[in-house]
């Protein structure tokens, strides 16, 4: 049920949903390195990937001692995503 009206319009769009899961599995990846285990890995990276009510879903099968901080981490990005979007817009584009 994905519209690809404007992924057919301009193609170079692909590159930011790729960057989009591309962040998910560094985010996974590193807190691996970091020495969670794969679930807590998983849940600590479909943060970046998913909205906050996926990621508690997830975080509730894989690793329910984390749900606090991943709920208040999830929700947290969320909240900034009207401070953060707007300077990035105007980097991202011109006055046209």
């Known amino acids: 049920m994905t519209d690809?009206?404007?992924l057919l319009a301009n193609p170079k769009s692909l590159l930011l949903g790729a960057s989009a899961q591309?962040?998910?599995f560094v985010a996974f990846l590193g807190a691996i390195a970091?020495?969670?285990t794969g679930p807590e890995g998983a849940s600590i990276g479909i943060i970046g990937g998913a909205d906050g009510p996926t990621a508690i879903f997830l975080?509730?099968?894989l690793a329910p001692?984390?749900?606090g901080p991943i709920a208040i981490a999830a929700?947290?990005?969320m909240a900034l995503i009207p401070l953060?979007?707007?300077?990035?817009m105007k980097?991202?584009?011109t006055k046209e």
């Open 4 to 6: 690809f009206g404007p």
């Open 22 to 24: 591309l962040g998910v």
């Open 34 to 36: 970091l020495g969670f």
């Open 59 to 61: 975080t509730t099968k």
């Open 65 to 67: 001692h984390l749900l």
């Open 75 to 77: 929700y947290s990005y």
């Open 84 to 88: 953060i979007q707007p300077p990035l």
């Open 91 to 93: 980097l991202c584009t």
